[in-house]
């Protein structure tokens, strides 16, 4: 193995990128791009949902609980209505996320201990729908409690407002900050997404352009033609990782808990699954738009599967096998476990052995896929 032919095709890898520089800022701009976006324009915290009111009763008992439900933050009274048909017109125009029905004998049915609101949630946003149904039930529960407090304190018994004191610590996240959740998975999925398109485009490119046969009449190998052309992918794809990642820690502020030298082995050791795998894209596909075919559909796959969008853990258990097959799967947690808990080797072990046989069969097979397409 000559490091120096290495070394010419890596420089010619290089050029390609440098020249066009119109494609290189694109490349290293989106992922920045899409951290803004995650970080400022996405926010998984459902609060403030529009609502509107239909206060059939009129009386101090429903002018309190209007009251309770506005001092929680939870749902902004945007707007009164005459009945339930106005509230669904209303969440129809988009006007409201919500409505409260209060019935006309609201006071009564509190007397008697059987008062009921309804609520009507707008189920076109699944996420404003899930949560507005879990604040309606802790909004109900909590009102119901205040008013039998205030019953049994009349009848001259002296209850405590809280007997039990639940008192919860939230480790590594205590202000559920959504971009500290983010970060360490954009880490992972951009490390994938670049090192496979990258890989798979620049030589099914070169393919289409003819020129890895005037290569191979050169006295370079195979294998160093491989080495040659994944070095610039995955030079570029940890410069993008990595400006990620400071943006996070310098811009969001997003702690590193871990250690950053293990981090930066692990991604660089992470990256050569995905060069794996676009060495495999790359000699499946005949021209450039079929491999942007097979790696939109990897990539689309590998994110629901690999635990960036959804939790593993409630997977089925043939989904969650069939996700072993996609190298997020495996770097997911160690991401995360570094940079949000700081834990080390000891902890992530499990991850990291999966993580080393995953990119040995990958690359050997990437490396024969590779060998069988230039032959």
């Not at 060069?275 to 079929?290: A, C, D, E, F, R």
């Not at 939790?311 to 096998?321: C, N, Y």
């Not at 476990?337 to 990291?352: A, H, R």
């Given at each position: 193995?000559s490091?120096l032919?290495?070394?010419?095709?890596?420089?010619?890898?290089f050029?390609?990128?440098?020249r066009?520089?119109?494609?290189?800022?694109?490349?290293l701009s989106?992922?920045?791009?899409?951290?803004?976006l995650?970080?400022?324009?996405?926010d998984?915290n459902?609060?403030?949902?529009p609502t509107?009111?239909a206060d059939?009763?009129?009386?101090?008992?429903?002018?309190?609980y209007?009251?309770?439900?506005e001092?929680s933050?939870y749902?902004d009274?945007?707007?009164?209505?005459?009945?339930?048909d106005?509230?669904?017109?209303?969440?129809d125009?988009?006007?409201?996320?919500?409505?409260?029905?209060i019935?006309?004998d609201f006071?009564?049915?509190?007397?008697?201990?059987?008062?009921?609101v309804?609520?009507l949630?707008?189920?076109?946003?699944?996420?404003t729908?899930?949560?507005?149904?879990a604040m309606a039930?802790?909004l109900?529960?909590n009102?119901?409690?205040?008013?039998?407090l205030?019953?049994m304190?009349?009848?001259?018994?002296q209850?405590?407002?809280?007997?039990?004191?639940a008192?919860?610590?939230i480790?590594?996240?205590p202000?559920?900050?959504n971009?500290?959740?983010t970060?360490?998975?954009?880490?992972a999925?951009?490390?994938?997404?670049?090192?496979?398109?990258?890989?798979?485009?620049s030589?099914?490119?070169?393919r289409?352009?003819g020129?890895i046969e005037q290569?191979?009449?050169t006295?370079?190998?195979?294998?160093e033609?491989?080495?040659?052309?994944?070095?610039?992918?995955?030079?570029?794809?940890?410069?993008?990782?990595?400006?990620i990642l400071a943006?996070?820690?310098?811009?969001?502020?997003?702690p590193?808990?871990?250690?950053?030298?293990?981090?930066?082995w692990l991604?660089?050791?992470?990256?050569?699954?995905?060069?794996?795998?676009?060495?495999?894209?790359s000699?499946?596909?005949?021209?450039?738009?079929q491999?942007?075919?097979?790696?939109?559909?990897?990539?689309?796959?590998?994110?629901v599967?690999?635990?960036?969008?959804?939790?593993r853990?409630t997977?089925?258990?043939?989904?969650?096998?069939?996700?072993?097959?996609?190298?997020?799967t495996?770097?997911i947690?160690?991401?995360?476990g570094?940079?949000?808990?700081?834990?080390?080797?000891?902890?992530l072990?499990?991850?990291?052995a999966g993580?080393?046989l995953?990119?040995?069969?990958?690359?050997?097979?990437?490396?024969?896929?590779f060998?069988q397409?230039l032959?």
């Amino acid at each position: 193995m000559s490091l120096l032919r290495i070394w010419t095709v890596t420089q010619k890898g290089f050029i390609h990128i440098l020249r066009d520089k119109r494609t290189l800022m694109m490349m290293l701009s989106i992922p920045m791009l899409q951290l803004l976006l995650f970080g400022y324009a996405i926010d998984m915290n459902v609060d403030h949902v529009p609502t509107v009111i239909a206060d059939q009763s009129h009386d101090a008992e429903s002018r309190a609980y209007i009251e309770s439900v506005e001092a929680s933050s939870y749902f902004d009274v945007v707007g009164y209505v005459a009945g339930p048909d106005e509230m669904a017109a209303a969440i129809d125009r988009g006007d409201a996320h919500a409505g409260i029905f209060i019935p006309p004998d609201f006071a009564a049915q509190l007397k008697r201990g059987d008062a009921q609101v309804s609520f009507l949630v707008d189920g076109s946003d699944v996420l404003t729908a899930q949560s507005a149904y879990a604040m309606a039930g802790t909004l109900g529960q909590n009102y119901a409690g205040q008013v039998q407090l205030q019953k049994m304190e009349a009848m001259g018994f002296q209850i405590k407002a809280n007997p039990i004191d639940a008192r919860v610590r939230i480790l590594y996240n205590p202000n559920m900050e959504n971009i500290w959740f983010t970060i360490p998975g954009m880490c992972a999925m951009i490390l994938q997404i670049q090192t496979i398109a990258l890989t798979a485009a620049s030589v099914v490119r070169e393919r289409e352009a003819g020129t890895i046969e005037q290569l191979l009449v050169t006295p370079i190998r195979p294998i160093e033609l491989m080495i040659g052309k994944v070095i610039p992918n995955l030079i570029l794809a940890m410069v993008n990782m990595l400006s990620i990642l400071a943006l996070g820690v310098f811009v969001f502020g997003v702690p590193f808990q871990g250690s950053f030298r293990l981090f930066f082995w692990l991604s660089l050791l992470y990256s050569f699954s995905g060069l794996g795998l676009g060495l495999l894209i790359s000699t499946v596909s005949k021209n450039q738009n079929q491999a942007q075919q097979i790696i939109m559909a990897v990539m689309l796959v590998g994110l629901v599967l690999g635990g960036f969008l959804f939790p593993r853990d409630t997977m089925p258990q043939v989904l969650r096998i069939i996700g072993n097959i996609f190298p997020l799967t495996y770097f997911i947690p160690i991401s995360r476990g570094i940079i949000t808990k700081g834990v080390g080797l000891g902890m992530l072990w499990e991850q990291v052995a999966g993580l080393v046989l995953y990119v040995a069969v990958i690359m050997i097979a990437a490396s024969r896929a590779f060998r069988q397409g230039l032959d």
